[in-house]
């Protein structure tokens, strides 16, 4: 868990069925949280943040595969592309995880919010030039990841 309060803090703990690459993942999945809420306060991605959590600015969400605001898809997309791209370099696709879903479904999902996000009508009201661009090259190194692959 990363807690925007306390930034700099994570707490994992891991269960039992958990193997090395599991914890692997939600250390990575929780920096990955942490380093964007740290480009967050230094490059303010969010012009408008009182105005994410309305309901026509709800997006896709890429690993709960829900509705919610666009600081959380893309938090998301963020995740999704760190924890594949961990993956694609080191541990492959094709194990069983116990914590995130399968690659296929993390890639199908993220590419699916990035759509949803870049979509929004109001997209350049809500999201800085700094956060679509970090998007749009999330979405490319997704692109990236053979289908074949996964």
């Given at each position: 868990m990363t807690v925007r309060a306390a930034l700099g803090s994570?707490?994992?703990y891991p269960r039992a069925n958990w193997k090395v690459?599991?914890?692997?993942e939600a250390y990575v999945h929780e920096?990955?949280?942490t380093l964007?809420?740290?480009?967050?306060?230094?490059?303010?991605?969010?012009?408008h943040y009182d105005r994410l959590e309305r309901e026509e600015n709800l997006v896709h969400s890429a690993i709960r595969s829900e509705k919610r605001s666009l600081f959380a898809s893309a938090h998301s997309i963020f995740?999704?592309?760190?924890?594949?791209?961990?993956?694609?370099?080191?541990?492959?696709?094709?194990?069983?995880?116990?914590?995130?879903?399968?690659?296929?479904?993390?890639?199908e999902n993220a590419l699916r919010?990035?759509?949803?996000?870049?979509?929004?009508?109001?997209?350049?009201?809500?999201a800085?030039?700094?956060?679509r661009s970090l998007l749009e090259k999330s979405g490319q190194q997704l692109s990236a990841i053979q289908s074949a692959r996964l």
């Open positions: 994570i707490w994992i690459e599991d914890l692997v920096l990955t949280h964007v809420m740290l480009d967050e306060h230094r490059f303010w991605h969010y012009p995740v999704a592309n760190e924890l594949l791209q961990v993956r694609e370099r080191h541990h492959g696709h094709k194990m069983e995880f116990q914590l995130h879903p399968q690659s296929r479904d993390i890639r919010a990035l759509e949803s996000i870049l979509s929004l009508a109001n997209i350049d009201l809500l800085s030039p700094r956060l």
